[in-house]
Structures are given as structure tokens and as C-alpha cells.
């Protein structure tokens, strides 16, 4: 009688763009999709790189005027400064024109891979190429790792996962 045995190899495979979890074991950093596509709703920036906010209010985006992609998603700098090009991690939060926001955004940033938090104020800004209410940022988050973006303002709330690799 013959016996057919089948052996299956595992290998965990760290997707692009992973960070290091708990005892220096790959772990993959699931971030926002950085969309490439005009997007009408941007106003003059559309053709820019966009990302579109988990949020229960519709027409919620950041325009990425620093920031990297990795394999599709987003990636930032940790201490806010990409060490390639010298440029700040800067993106623009556009919230919809009929949102009840308060004077400022507030940017709470938790990390989703270790202990780790922090907070931004953005101030309100205006201008007549983007539809909406705008809040410019520099996004100056203390560490690598994978890290959820929070933005709140009045009654409205959004969020983005980004990868966070090392300043150097």
C-alpha cells in the first residue's frame, strides 16, 4: 500500500511597506490607498496625489504635497521631514463646505503597532482653487510605525492609516 504525503510550507512574507512589531517580528502596516486619478471634487488640484478619509461625512481628502506611496499606500516620515528630498511631510485636509466644523482641526495620531500618541492643531485656511474648507498641515509624527491619523473638527470625524518609516 502506498501513502501519499503532502508537506505545506509556510512562509510569512512581510508585505512592502511593513514596520517591526512586537519582538522584532514583521508587521504588516495596512495604510490609506493614495489615489493617482483626476478627482473632480479637488477643485485646480485634481490631478494631485489624494487619499479619501474613512468618515461617516462624504467628501472628506487629503492632498499629499509630501508624503511617499508605498505599494499604493500611504507612507510618511517620522519627525515630519523626508530625508530624500528635504521637502515637509505636508498634506491638505479638505472637508466638505456644508460640514459644521469648529475654528480648528485637531490631528490625534495613535499608533496601531506599539504605544504611541500625539496631537496636532491645524488652523482653518482658505483659498479659491479648492472647493470646501481647508486645514493645511505638516505632519510631525514622533516615530516609525503604523500609525491612524484622526481628524476632528466640530461634528465631523475622518481617519487614515499611514506607514511611518524611520527619518534616515
Keep these: 500500500m502506498r501513502r501519499l504525503v503532502l508537506v505545506a ?3 510569512a512574507v512581510p508585505l512592502s511597506g511593513s514596520t517591526t512589531g512586537a519582538q522584532g517580528r514583521p508587521a504588516a502596516c495596512r495604510a490609506t490607498v493614495v489615489h493617482h486619478t483626476p478627482n473632480r471634487a479637488l477643485g485646480t488640484l485634481s490631478d494631485s496625489r489624494w487619499l479619501r478619509l474613512d468618515s461617516r461625512t462624504a467628501g ?5 504635497f509630501g508624503g511617499e506611496v508605498v505599494s499604493g499606500r500611504l507612507a510618511l516620515y517620522a519627525g515630519g521631514k523626508n530625508p530624500h528630498t528635504g521637502g515637509n511631510e505636508k498634506i491638505l485636509w479638505l472637508m466638505p463646505q456644508r460640514a459644521k466644523l469648529g475654528s480648528e482641526m485637531r490631528l490625534v495620531g495613535r499608533r496601531l503597532d506599539a504605544a504611541g500618541s500625539f496631537v496636532e492643531h491645524l488652523g482653518w485656511a482658505t483659498s479659491d482653487d479648492t472647493p ?4 493645511p498641515s505638516i505632519v510631525v509624527v514622533p516615530r516609525p510605525g503604523c500609525w491612524r491619523l484622526t481628524l476632528r473638527s466640530g461634528r465631523i470625524t475622518g481617519s487614515v492609516v499611514a506607514l511611518v518609516r524611520p527619518p534616515g
Design 132 to 135: 470646501g474648507q481647508d486645514f
Design 9 to 11: 510550507i509556510c512562509v
Design 60 to 64: 472628506m481628502y487629503g492632498v499629499l
